[in-house]
Structure formats: C-alpha cells, structure tokens
Nanobody, 117 residues
C-alpha cells in the first residue's frame, strides 16, 4: 500500500510563501500523474496544480504565476511552492499520485495552510 505524507503547512501572512512537501512511500517515478488539491471549509475539493508524465503542467487560474509543482525522484518527494499567498488560499492541501495504466490512485491526509490578511 502506497502512503503519502504531506508537511509544510502552517500560518503565514498574506504575501508570504510556503513550500509543501509530500513524501511518497516507494518509488515516485512509477506514477504518471502527480497533483496537489485543496479544500477550503464549505467548498468543493479543487485541483490547484497538476503534473503529467512528459513534463506537462497545469495550474488553476487562481494560482497561476504564484504556485509551482515539482518533484525530486531521488527523495520520492513532490513539492508545491506557494508564493504571494492570499487569504483565499487558506485550505487543507492534499497531494495525490496516480498510475492511470494500473488504475491506482493514492492520497495524503492533508496539511492545513492558513493565510492571515
């Protein structure tokens, strides 16, 4: 069973930065999809950053130019660099990896990011 553990959340002032990490048990390279989601209180879960095998990246319009998804295969870790944070970025952030060929889909439990205005 693959486990994902997020870290790096916390309280930050508007305009500040945070880097979230997600350590994946086992090898990260076998997954062809890597994503960061967030869920704010009373709102639907939404994808904020996505990576696909081949180097494709996509971001939610609300975070474009501010958030960056990356990975370190040697550390089996994916990251979400978040800059110029806004109060509306406050949410629980969850990492997700998928192997679409095998139909595998794994989630972390989330890390809370709170941005004070």
């Amino acid at each position: 069973q693959v486990q994902l553990v997020e870290s790096g959340g916390g309280l930050v002032q508007a305009g500040g930065s945070l880097r979230l990490s997600c350590v994946v048990s086992g090898s990260l390279v076998r997954f062809n999809s890597m994503n960061w989601y967030r869920q704010a209180p009373g709102k639907r879960r939404e994808v904020v950053a996505a990576w696909r095998m081949g180097g494709y990246e996509n971001y939610a319009d609300s975070v474009k130019g501010r958030f960056t998804i990356s990975r370190d295969n040697a550390k089996n870790t994916m990251y979400l660099q978040m800059n110029s944070l806004k109060a509306e970025d406050t949410a629980v952030y969850l990492c997700n990896v998928r192997d679409s060929w095998k139909g595998e889909d794994y989630w972390g439990k989330g890390t809370l990011v709170t941005v004070s205005s």
